[in-house]
């Protein structure tokens, strides 16, 4: 990283951990999203290792403080009938990638505090080779945030199962991590696209119909891979552009905060405050014209 991106991203630290207490943070969300109207915060994180485990369990306090969790019937209730039956809004917890800390050490904590996980996970990751894993990661992007000390750096099949019989969801994130961006061919669409609903569905013997893109760069989005996602019939597309969810909204503009498992309570608070809804709008805008979505900010 170079100086200047050190500088960056030290200054971005230092606003969110000033302004990310609990009185800016109430004062921010009033502000910015000015709604009595239900929403739903979505977040995701990425690698969740023992090392950051107090840190993580310092976020789930806070969100058990201001949210009441969304599982998949609470969502479904919210986007296509317009129905929210609480006073707070509600948070879901996302993690992207698959990787085994997420099985291992976030999933426990969730289930202590009452919350459902939901776990974007590549389809090709659980049935890689334990040697090709570190390979894979570094070759696809998948960054990493503490010491890997275990055989698996990803989700077992196991692992997955696990998650499901104690009542997480599982979304496809494609087979292989990969940017789902212009370039890509009818066949690769195929691959990332489609195949990974059907292995899901295989072992798991349940319906998949959830779907996140991979990366957030504007790249990483195409008309071609949304006219697939839904060819599929894919039943939610999440994305990382910044903005709540709320009721009787389209299912494939599910918007997330990117958040960390070394922030602070205070960045996270930063991070879902509102502040990035204003900072993303012109992205969200310039993404959705891009896969030919004709949809508002809703």
Excluded at 167 to 191: K, M, Q, V
Aim: charged letters at 25%.
């Amino acid at each position: 990283m170079s100086l200047s991106a050190d500088l960056k991203k030290l200054s971005k630290t230092a606003v969110a951990n000033a302004l990310g207490n609990r009185l800016s943070f109430s004062v921010l969300e009033h502000v910015l999203r000015r709604t009595d109207a239900p929403f739903v915060t979505a977040v995701t994180y990425h690698d969740t290792p023992l090392a950051f485990a107090e840190q993580f369990r310092s976020h789930l306090a806070w969100f058990q403080e201001r949210y009441v969790n969304c599982d998949r019937a609470s969502l479904d209730d919210l986007v296509h009938k317009g129905i929210w039956r609480h006073q707070r809004p509600g948070l879901i917890i996302s993690f992207d990638d698959g990787l085994r800390s997420n099985a291992t050490v976030a999933a426990p904590l969730l289930e202590e505090f009452g919350f459902t996980g939901w776990f974007m996970v590549p389809a090709r990751v659980p049935e890689l080779d334990p040697a090709e894993q570190r390979s894979f990661a570094r070759d696809q992007l998948i960054q990493t945030v503490g010491e890997d000390d275990g055989e698996r750096l990803f989700m077992s099949w196991d692992d997955v199962r696990s998650l499901v019989r104690n009542g997480h969801e599982i979304c496809c994130h494609s087979y292989g991590h990969t940017r789902l961006g212009p370039n890509l061919s009818a066949a690769e669409l195929e691959e990332e696209i489609a195949l990974p609903k059907r292995l899901f569905q295989e072992k798991l013997q349940r319906p998949i119909d959830a779907f996140a893109w991979v990366g957030g760069e504007e790249h990483a989005f195409s008309r071609q891979a949304f006219e697939k996602i839904k060819a599929c019939e894919y039943g939610l597309l999440f994305s990382t552009n910044c903005l709540p969810i709320t009721g009787l909204q389209t299912p494939w503009c599910l918007e997330r905060y990117h958040v960390d498992a070394t922030y602070s309570p205070n960045q996270v608070r930063f991070a879902t405050s509102g502040v990035y809804d204003l900072l993303y709008a012109r992205k969200r805008r310039r993404v959705r014209s891009m896969v030919g979505m004709d949809v508002g900010e809703g």
